[in-house]
């Protein structure tokens, strides 16, 4: 998919790159945004924002990364410039945040009415940040593990361990709704 | 053997069991896995839970996609930066071109006062002894100003006219310096 990107990059036809890319990276880029920044909208601006500085900043492009790397790290950023941003009102640890996070992801369905998938939400958003990035992505990035890694910029290996983590905790959470419904 | 339902996997087949759980398992060590849980009640709870938790993961978290108008929006965008862009560049390019400009009448004033200067105080000079050459009757005039005393008196009163015409220029903003910085 990069080839033909890398084919225009290296004759210095960066709006015909820029063309490519566009296409080739907007739904794992927002996909991306939507899991760091748990917010539909917000995910779509920092999308536009991502893709405006990538268009920026492509002619400067080496190639010392490659190119889907360096997409997720302005991707990535431009995420944690949004948090910053907005610290001063919205916390992670916000107990209320996951039903902000379906409420902004418009998913007003039948999943929204689910007492199960509401509590399951609800732990996930009780997980540490990391965890609750890697567990939406994992989900959203049908299940690859490679992409996971790729987009959080993180090794394989560590990826791995923290949805082990993740759902090893989420099992031990689920563990008293069990027993009480028993 | 254990059979406790909360206490977790044996610890050599937890991370074995996900990868059963997700095929990513070689085909040999899968059979030894399936062989292991079928006996151990402890594994074979937790396994159940795991599934449980994956399923619910898969179905409870959004998969929220990009809008349509997700494209017309960054082209819009992209627009509006390069309108901006290049307004910057030519505002960038004159100001380089006015700095010049004003660098290169700098440099030329100051050449052109020197040259004025010099050009005033050899023409005076020629003058004064032009006249005493062809007008021996002047020598009297001349020779008032002979000895160093009055030598010194002669070019005192003349710095000070200097310098009196220097601050009459500064105070009007006359002098190159003054008037062409940027």
Same mark, same amino acid.
């Given at each position: ?15 015909? +790159? ?91 369905? +039948?999943? +929204? ?70 | ?182």
């Amino acid at each position: 998919m990069d080839g033909g990107i890398e084919q225009h990059l290296a004759a210095g036809q960066h709006a015909r +790159a820029f063309d490519l890319v566009v296409p080739a990276y907007q739904d794992r880029v927002f996909r991306l945004a939507c899991s760091i920044l748990k917010d539909r909208a917000a995910a779509e601006d920092a999308a536009q924002e991502t893709f405006v500085r990538v268009w920026k900043a492509l002619p400067g492009f080496d190639g010392r990364a490659a190119l889907g790397t360096w997409i997720y790290a302005i991707t990535r950023n431009t995420c944690l410039m949004e948090l910053r941003r907005r610290r001063p009102t919205v916390s992670f640890d916000d107990p209320d945040s996951d039903e902000a996070y379906r409420a902004a992801i418009g998913i007003a369905t +039948a999943p +929204a009415e689910d007492p199960e998938h509401d509590n399951l939400l609800r732990m996930v958003d009780a997980l540490p940040r990391t965890q609750q990035q890697a567990v939406r992505l994992f989900y959203l990035e049908d299940r690859s593990y490679d992409a996971v890694a790729e987009q959080l910029g993180m090794p394989l290996g560590t990826v791995k361990n923290l949805l082990h983590r993740a759902r090893k905790r989420l099992m031990e959470l689920a563990r008293p709704s069990e027993v009480k419904a028993a | 053997m254990n059979t406790s339902m909360h206490a977790g996997p044996c610890a050599d087949y937890e991370h074995e069991i996900v990868e059963l759980a997700e095929g990513s398992l070689a085909p040999e060590r899968a059979r030894v896995i399936r062989l292991h849980v079928e006996s151990c009640a402890r594994c074979r709870a937790w396994q159940s839970a795991f599934a449980s938790i994956d399923a619910g993961l898969e179905k409870a978290l959004p998969r929220p996609a990009l809008s349509a108008g997700f494209a017309a929006r960054l082209e819009s965008r992209l627009a509006t930066e390069t309108r901006l862009g290049g307004r910057a560049d030519l505002r960038t390019s004159a100001e380089r071109d006015l700095r010049r400009t004003l660098e290169a009448l700098r440099r030329g004033t100051w050449f052109s006062a020197i040259v004025g200067a010099t050009t005033v105080v050899g023409t005076c000079t020629a003058g004064l002894l032009l006249v005493r050459g062809l007008a021996p009757e002047t020598a009297p005039l001349f020779a008032a100003f002979a000895g160093p005393e009055r030598a010194t008196a002669f070019v005192a009163l003349g710095a000070v006219v200097a310098l009196g015409a220097l601050a009459w220029s500064a105070s009007r903003g006359l002098l190159p310096t003054l008037r062409l910085r940027a």
